[in-house]
């Protein structure tokens, strides 16, 4: 017991000295004694202390007098939340973030911190991943400050609060939990808290991290955390109970609880009138449906029930695939992987390469191919087209599980057929309807069945008909607008 | 006394693991639909001909009064089957009754299982390889029913969003057919619109699970309309499937007719797919997966109940009998007299639950005199 209290005082009393010799080491760190008329010990990380607060604010401050103490220099420098401590540890975080330390002498324990940080990064510009043509075109950059009054100017709220945790052993990484208190549940809340606390790793570099960090069962394939670089989208989401999740350091900001339905709604949808917005949701939900299932349709078709072509679609299909040395299977298989290898490619190359990669993937190689006589050109119309259809989805992580969904259904396919499709489509039901996001169903509002929920899931209904805020998050007021008479129909002529 | 409450504890469900009442219609009607309706109309035109929608619906009728017996008594037990049977007949004969209803509807999943096999055997893949099949499938079925009663509730769910649009089919049929084939109505006697009532109750099999899954729902006082509705609601779809049979075939045709609702999808066409059988059958997987799941489910959980073993233990035990016994059942006539034996032993099920409703009745009119 006296020995253990002895080293945890040899270790406080110690750390001052240690962690300057530590920073010693580096380059950047500079210390600096100021002789006249003040004389005391100037440090700071020269590469993270802005030197314009350092000469416009520190220097002249010192320099009009002798100042004694810190109390007199604390008075005599016009800088905000300055203060004194003899803690190691906080001086240890400020420093590294880019406090100024003001010391007597250096040997003193008893320091004067000054904020003075300045912090790179790039500014605020348009959304490039969830693009789009109408609406707000601001987009979260890396900066946690920025990113919260990216939010904060939207949502001016007394009520909107933001928890501050530090993640990361090594990382020390700021997160921040934004909601809105009153209309987010607590359950929810805590869920969340609890499993950021819990997190125990050396870095968090992303917030796709913390997606996969604290997702209800990490084996999934499916996310779950929506994961937005759109404050509009974000303010969404709050607005309607949900808990929102930034990393800094990450351009990406998380949502949760979420629903599958969410991941294929887009912000467009909100922009434009309530009928457009549903056509055109219902047109991507059916394009996910055919990304997934096209191709283990042909093969299940050509492989095992050819019988079910019709006789004037069979002659079309006949005569593209007559030439053809493999069975379907391979066919398909060989395309697909081809095509992901296109899309991995152009993810990889610089934009300007990737268009030429793009071109000379999919049309010199796609015709020649067909030439060649490796493959049909209804298969070749039926994956470039699924290809297409995956690239619909206004979640960028949602079509990378759709582009690995495939593959099972296309063993499905060739094994039994469409029966084998149904068995591998019913498996994957049966985990959506396991699946939970921040401890909500997943399926919702599927499974469970929310007849109001469905107001704006497939459809969206318009904004006057929106009365409730969504029961998937369990807000704890649900009422978001009153129904006035104003929707009452007016008879003829009144 | 002291048994009495232990068997309360046992029946203790996690709030969370509840489902709403109005789930109850889909588990009911998910449950009743099955195989069966693939081929019955062959069976109840036997005895009553043309009039047999009339027994469909007084098969419907006996089924709603036999559904109402149930609810009467689970509501004055507050438990289950299990809970039932050992107040009313005590620890050994009750729990002996117990096992007996677990291996009933374990065979019903049975005869579900591998008739639908069967059904693929003879209209897709007459060379299916049943081992490999069956074992894929049962991996599969293994899977949901770990995932509990509540994602036994989602899959009766979806399995009635998705075997519902097969309905719009029977247009085709109706528009090819003869609507005077049904008529005259009513010339059979009453002794044989009620031999085929019999035969009809059979498609109705499967509501008995809710003495099983009882105790997991939520204000169950209010589940008792939906459960009735779902009764009806299977009515009403073996009665058009029934009826669109008889416009299509003449009575001669339906005999030799083995498995009318597949061979009515076969006569759908549309510009870019014809022989839809193929697709029915692969969307029937949906009506199929959801029954043998409850099934598999409700009868491991009476062992759970009783001897207090880990269903999942029991689910695996199960799944490698069913797996063994489907394959081993590989001719068409043991088929043909499984689905025999299991309708046999359904129809006593029915009988019994009366008689246990009496039993029951005369107990507790003892219990309070005492």
Redesign the interface.
């Given at each position: 017991m006296g020995r253990r209290g002895r080293n945890q005082q040899l270790n406080k009393a110690g750390t001052i000295q240690t962690l300057y010799e530590k920073l010693k080491e580096s380059k950047d760190f500079v210390v600096y004694h100021h002789t006249e008329p003040t004389p005391c010990v100037i440090s700071y990380l020269k590469t993270m202390a802005d030197p314009k607060i350092l000469n416009e604010s520190i220097l002249p401050g010192l320099k009009k007098a002798d100042l004694h103490s810190l109390e007199k220099i604390k008075e005599a420098i016009p800088v905000e939340n300055i203060s004194i401590t003899d803690q190691a540890e906080k001086i240890k975080e400020k420093v590294l973030q880019g406090y100024v330390i003001i010391q007597m002498t250096e040997n003193d324990n008893q320091v004067l911190l000054i904020p003075a940080s300045t912090k790179v990064g790039r500014k605020v510009s348009i959304p490039e991943v969830e693009f789009s043509v109408v609406g707000p075109k601001e987009a979260f950059v890396e900066c946690l400050d920025k990113n919260m009054n990216l939010i904060r100017k939207r949502v001016p709220l007394p009520e909107l609060t933001v928890k501050e945790l530090s993640i990361g052993k090594l990382t020390n990484t700021r997160v921040a939990v934004v909601y809105i208190d009153g209309i987010a549940n607590e359950i929810n809340i805590n869920t969340v808290m609890q499993r950021l606390k819990e997190i125990d790793y050396d870095q968090m570099i992303d917030s796709s991290y913390i997606t996969q960090m604290i997702a209800d069962n990490s084996n999934s394939p499916f996310p779950q955390l929506l994961d937005t670089e759109r404050p509009d989208r974000m303010t969404e989401a709050l607005v309607e109970g949900k808990i929102a999740i930034l990393v800094d350091g990450s351009p990406h900001a998380l949502t949760c609880p979420t629903t599958i339905v969410e991941f294929f709604s887009a912000s467009d949808d909100y922009f434009l009138p309530w009928h457009l917005a549903t056509a055109f949701r219902l047109i991507r939900l059916f394009a996910v449906l055919f990304s997934v299932l096209s191709t283990s349709l042909y093969v299940a078709i050509l492989t095992h029930h050819h019988e079910m072509i019709p006789e004037e679609l069979l002659a079309t299909i006949i005569s593209s695939r007559a030439d053809i040395p493999f069975p379907p299977i391979l066919e398909v298989i060989i395309l697909e992987l081809s095509i992901e290898l296109l899309r991995e490619a152009g993810a990889r190359l610089p934009t300007k390469i990737g268009q030429t990669i793009g071109i000379v993937g999919g049309i010199v190689i796609g015709t020649a191919a067909v030439d060649a006589g490796l493959t049909s050109n209804v298969l070749l119309i039926i994956v470039a087209l699924s290809a297409l259809a995956s690239f619909t989805t206004p979640v960028y992580q949602i079509s990378n599980t759709i582009r690995l969904v495939r593959f099972p259904f296309i063993i499905g396919a060739q094994l039994w057929g469409l029966i084998g499709v149904s068995m591998v489509m019913a498996f994957f039901i049966g985990h959506l309807i396991k699946l939970q996001s921040i401890g909500t169903p997943f399926f919702a509002p599927i499974y469970p069945l929310r007849i109001t929920d469905l107001k704006d899931a497939f459809i969206r209904l318009p904004f006057n008909k929106q009365t409730q805020r969504p029961i998937q998050t369990r807000p704890l007021k649900s009422e978001r607008l009153q129904p006035s008479d104003a929707n009452k129909k007016r008879d003829i002529d009144e | 006394m002291n048994k009495k409450r232990q068997s309360k504890i046992d029946l203790h469900v996690p709030e969370n693991l509840l489902v709403?009442p109005?789930?109850v219609f889909f588990l009911i009607h998910a449950m009743q639909l099955g195989v069966g309706i693939l081929s019955f109309e062959t069976y109840i035109a036997r005895d009553a001909g043309y009039d047999a929608w009339i027994s469909l619906l007084i098969a419907g009728a006996a089924i709603h009064l036999l559904l109402w017996i149930v609810y009467n008594i689970l509501q004055s037990s507050k438990g289950d089957i299990v809970s039932i049977h050992e107040e009313t007949f005590g620890k050994y004969i009750g729990g002996f009754l117990s096992i007996i209803f677990s291996l009933y509807v374990l065979l019903l999943t049975l005869t579900v299982l591998r008739t639908f096999i069967e059904v693929?055997q003879t209209w897709?893949?007459p060379q299916?390889n049943v081992w490999f099949?069956t074992l894929?499938?049962l991996l599969?079925i293994y899977?949901?029913v770990a995932?509990g009663f509540?994602?036994i509730?989602?899959?009766c769910?979806?399995s009635v969003l998705l075997a519902l649009p097969l309905l719009w089919l029977k247009f085709f049929p109706i528009q090819a057919g003869d609507i005077n084939n049904v008529f005259p109505i009513i010339d059979h006697t009453l002794v044989e619109l009620l031999s085929s009532a019999k035969t009809s109750i059979l498609g109705f099999l499967g509501f008995e699970l809710l003495l099983v899954f009882y105790p997991f729902i939520k204000n169950p006082e209010k589940s008792k309309k939906w459960a009735h509705y779902g009764v009806f609601f299977t009515t009403i779809i073996y009665v058009i499937s029934a009826i669109t049979a008889f416009i299509y075939f003449s009575e001669k045709q339906l005999d030799q007719v083995n498995w009318a609702t597949i061979s009515l999808w076969k006569i759908v066409?549309?510009?870019?797919?014809?022989?839809f059988e193929?697709?029915g059958?692969?969307?029937w997987?949906?009506v199929v997966?959801p029954n043998i799941c409850f099934s598999l489910w409700a009868a491991s959980r009476i062992p759970k109940r009783l001897f207090n073993i880990r269903q999942t233990y029991m689910v695996g035990g199960y799944c490698l009998i069913l797996y063994v016994a489907t394959i081993m059942l590989d001719e068409r006539q043991q088929i043909k007299e499984l689905n025999d034996i299991a309708n046999m032993i359904g129809f006593y099920v029915l009988m019994y639950i009366p008689v246990l409703f009496l039993f029951k009745k005369a107990r507790d009119k003892v219990r309070d005199t005492n």
């Open positions: - | 709403t109005f789930f693929i897709v893949f299916l099949f894929a499938l599969l899977y949901l995932g509540r994602m509730t989602g899959l769910l979806i066409e549309f510009p870019f797919v014809e022989r193929f697709i059958i692969a969307l997987l949906y997966i």
